[in-house]
């Protein structure tokens, strides 16, 4: 069965880099199964969402595009590299953007009227329930490199899956690329294109 694909792609180098292979690999691979792609190229895009600090008001018409796009997709798959256990500024900046109440999820109290506990409550999944998340992070050194980070939740792709995509009801599937560094061996790479070629005949 076609899927709508939504593909938000943020790595710099939008033409040469390796994340940009995982890129075209997905999404040739996506096409050649029937799927449809929404491919957004965030250092590409005409207009740029502004820093995320919460007192823009109305926000950005800009959100609200990506939001009716999200609305039309059964997945999203979120493409970026590993800055200091973070996925990349620019990734970080749409989420903030758009993964956002009231329309990914809302918080509803469980106590309103406690002095104590007013704050204390559930997540209301919202626009994405049920709905497939993506997320591909290369990392620059070896699996060991990470592991002893690997018991918290403050890694990305545990992050992104309890503290985001959970919030707003997503099913959760990763693509991890660890030593991706410039003389990685032609086995290799054609080993890390297998994996995604693979995520995209399984959709």
């Known amino acids: ?51 995320y600090n919460g007192e823009i008001n109305p926000v950005p018409e800009l959100v609200l595009d990506y939001q009716r796009r999200l609305d039309n997709c059964d ?16 990734l970080e900046n749409w ?11 809302n918080y509803r109290s469980i106590f309103p009227e406690s002095k104590f506990f007013k704050n204390y409550g559930y997540p209301i999944a919202g626009a994405m329930k049920g709905k497939l998340g993506i997320v591909s992070i290369t990392y620059g050194g070896p699996m060991v490199t990470y592991f002893n980070f690997s018991l918290f939740d403050n890694i990305p792709y545990r992050r ?23 003389n990685m061996t032609a086995k290799a790479f054609d080993s890390h294109m297998m994996k995604v070629k693979r995520l995209a005949r399984g959709l």
């Open 75 to 90: 997945v999203m798959l979120l493409i970026g590299s590993c800055h200091n256990l973070r996925l990349n500024s620019i």
């Open 160 to 182: 992104i899956k309890k503290s985001v995509f959970q919030l707003g009801g997503l099913k959760t599937d990763y693509l991890r690329f660890y030593s991706v560094l410039p």
């Open 1 to 51: 069965m076609a899927k709508n694909i939504f593909v938000v792609f943020g790595h710099y180098n939008t033409a040469t880099s390796f994340n940009a292979a995982v890129r075209d690999t997905f999404v040739a691979e996506a096409t050649s199964c029937g799927h449809n792609v929404d491919l957004v190229n965030l250092f590409e895009e005409s207009e740029k969402l502004p820093f």
């Open 95 to 105: 989420i903030d953007w758009v993964l956002h109440p009231p329309w990914f999820f």
